[in-house]
């Protein structure tokens, strides 16, 4: 009997391979049949989705401890203080990542899987400015670099430009509400695609599903490639509106 495996693009052979070999030297089984191998693609597949999702959460972190690391370079020593204390919340996470001050927030959003511009949103309410206040999507595209930087070394960037124990202290329980693991990750390296440049978009120019009273909980994904208003982080400055 035969069983035949049809790839798809997103599929290494050569590391499917590796594990499915690994999986079988790890038993004493000489006998194997076709619903023995199908079980253990079946593994391999919930393996392979864990590593993924836990990809997907470096690469957020990563884009947050990247626009953290820029704005405390980039804007006035002033707001050392209120820039870090933006950063989530002390105790718990917050509905935004950065809230800067009553009336400006950012919600920063990081991809690494294509040059396209395309954003994932857990909720309208991502969307949603603080009363009387503004609000802007960070847009991050990253690639895959064995050469470039992880979360961890972003880290310590961090705490060179906050310079005081104090202001480390605050920044590490932060990173414990974050996720430690994640801020913290060694392993997977990345670096910004210098072709698709970090863009600020006012959460306006962002478009979202109509409302509906009956309709809750909605998930979306967003194309910015063509959207109005986007405009290079790097420079754009935030301090106007820091009051």
């Known amino acids: 009997n035969c069983v035949f495996i049809n790839a798809t693009n997103s599929l290494d052979s050569f590391e499917f391979v590796k594990a499915i070999s690994g999986l079988l030297e790890k038993t004493d089984r000489e006998d194997w049949g076709a619903r023995d191998i199908l079980d253990m693609i079946s593994t ?22 990247y626009v953290l690391n ?14 870090l204390n933006g950063w989530e919340g002390r105790q718990n996470r917050t509905l935004h990542d950065f809230n800067l001050s009553a009336t400006v927030v950012l919600e920063v959003k990081t991809s690494a899987f294509s040059d396209r511009r395309i954003h994932h949103f857990n909720g309208i309410s991502q969307l949603i400015a603080p009363s009387n206040g503004v609000g802007y999507v960070v847009s991050v595209l990253l690639l895959h670099d064995s050469s470039g930087r992880s979360c961890h070394e972003i880290q310590m960037d961090i705490c060179e430009h ?17 996720g430690d693991a994640l801020c913290n990750d060694k392993h ?8 698709q440049v970090p ?21 979306f994904d967003v194309i910015f490639d063509n959207l109005d208003g986007g405009l290079p982080f790097w420079s754009f400055s935030l301090c106007t509106d820091l009051k």
Do not use: M, T
Not at 44 to 65: H, S, T
């Open 44 to 65: 391999y597949q919930e393996i392979v989705a864990k590593d993924e999702k836990r990809k997907e959460e470096v690469i957020g972190v990563w884009g947050e401890l």
């Open 70 to 83: 820029l704005l405390l370079k980039n804007e006035a020593a002033e707001h050392k203080v209120q820039i």
């Open 162 to 178: 906050l310079g005081s124990e104090r202001l480390i202290q605050e920044f590490k329980a932060r990173i414990r509400v974050r």
């Open 188 to 195: 997977l390296r990345f670096s910004v695609n210098k072709f």
């Open 199 to 219: 863009k600020i978009y006012p959460f306006g120019s962002v478009p979202r599903p109509d409302f509906i009273e009956s309709v809750c909980n909605v998930k």
